[in-house]
């Protein structure tokens, strides 16, 4: 689904005040809805049309269900720090403003600068045991330091967090107390495209809101690398993260997390984790607070047709290699750099979000089979799984990873005239290169991008000056010559195009397939 990624919208915050907009046919006349028979005949005014009984399958009313499911659901009020410097940096401008926020209760003594301002948000949740697990988004508990559930019947309780995982935006909390009422996932039937849904919730702190619709859609991928997605019509808004959407038996199949809104606002796109994806993340989560994903130290990204092509793997689907971790347990089985793995464990993947997913199924130790193209043949690498870092810790790692094998060295001298090959001028990479396009000692191998010709293949495919080509198809590229003697290689082995491993500012690009006649 080709979407603007900007317009999806986590709905953690309920505003605490609704404004209502009273325009309904305000200073407007509406078009009588007339119906003609199907032999011509007269027109008959709608609004004098029988009443008729609905369809076979669809419900009169959702009331019975509201009414037995309802009780388990939960508003959920967050209390966290506001954090002072990165509201700033999301103020353009605020660096220029002749004030400046001071928190709450004014500034202290000497080193003593007086509490930190306070926000309040809200979000929505449900009982899934009698003992007082409640189920909700990550992203409403997130930074949170006071956490306040209210019940359907007005009793506040203090929760805390007994686990959270970003990976799948849930969260675990906890009350004290027992009898709780409390719903059920719905793991071993789901609900076909079409059938009808409930979703109950506290969307704008409206408490008890219930909303229908239907199911609008299955594998809605909206960025999220271990969650494909539930599309539900259901409106769903701010507020309503992590709350249930119910089937018509009352069994819960999702829990609400994002809609699709250029406005803020329903417009009739929501999405929701599937029930058995919720149920093994929640069950971990209460097991042992935290989860743990398979990992192997790739960077990996999805085959484009291009891509596919230029490997000679015409309309094949897969994830492209295009970095491995040093000494992680990628390079220690083998996998390269253009290797294209098109299966793991004998399931294919057609993305680099599949594999992932695939991946993090297993746990440390386990041995994971990959299906793997490589030199024109399909091969099985067989990885022994890490342990996949946090988040947070893969984004403060996303640098190019440090490599400890050395690569080749040069005489710290003044670049060569760059020799012209695809379009682009090519230069070694020494320590005067290095020092004329900033590029990190972190890039040990390589030559770089001097120019590039604005009308050919390289310059539309964004190859810029101070880019560092390593790889060029299945050729480590040290010298302007390699690089010509790999693209005289794929054109006698009858390629369009070659595949080139670009690093740009120490950030490896992927492989970028370029024209070799262009």
Known sequence: MAVNKTAFVVGALGGASVAVAAMAGAGMKLPIAFAQGPHGGSLINASTAPIFAPPPGAPESFADIFERVSPAVVSIHVTSKVDVQALKRSIPGFENFPFEI????????GDDAGPAPKQESSGSGFFISQDGYIVTNNHVVDGADDIKVVTKDGTELKATVIGRDEGTDLAVLKVQGANFPFVSFETAVKPRVGDWVVAVGNPFDLQGTATAGIISAYNRNIGENFVDFIQIDAPINKGNSGGPTFDTYGRVIGVNAAIYSPTGGSVGIGFAIPADIAQNVTQQLIAKGHITRGYIGATIESLSDDLANSWGLNGRKGAQVTDVLPGGPAQKAGLAPGDVVVGVNGVPVKSNIEMTR???????????????FRDGKERTVDVHSGTRPTDAELAQNGGAPGDDQGGPGGPDHAPAVGAPVLGM???????????????????KGGVVVQS???TSDAGDKGIQRGDVIVQAGDHDISTAGDLATAVADWKKAGRASIPLSVRRNGQMLGFVPIKIDG
């Open 102 to 109: 001071v928190p709450k209760g004014g500034p202290g003594d």
């Open 358 to 372: 695939e991946v993090a199924k297993a746990q440390a130790g386990d041995v994971i089979h990959l299906d793997v």
């Open 425 to 443: 001028q090519i230069a070694p990479l020494n320590a005067s290169t290095r020092g004329q396009y900033n590029i990190p000692d972190t890039v």
């Open 452 to 454: 590039v010709k604005g």
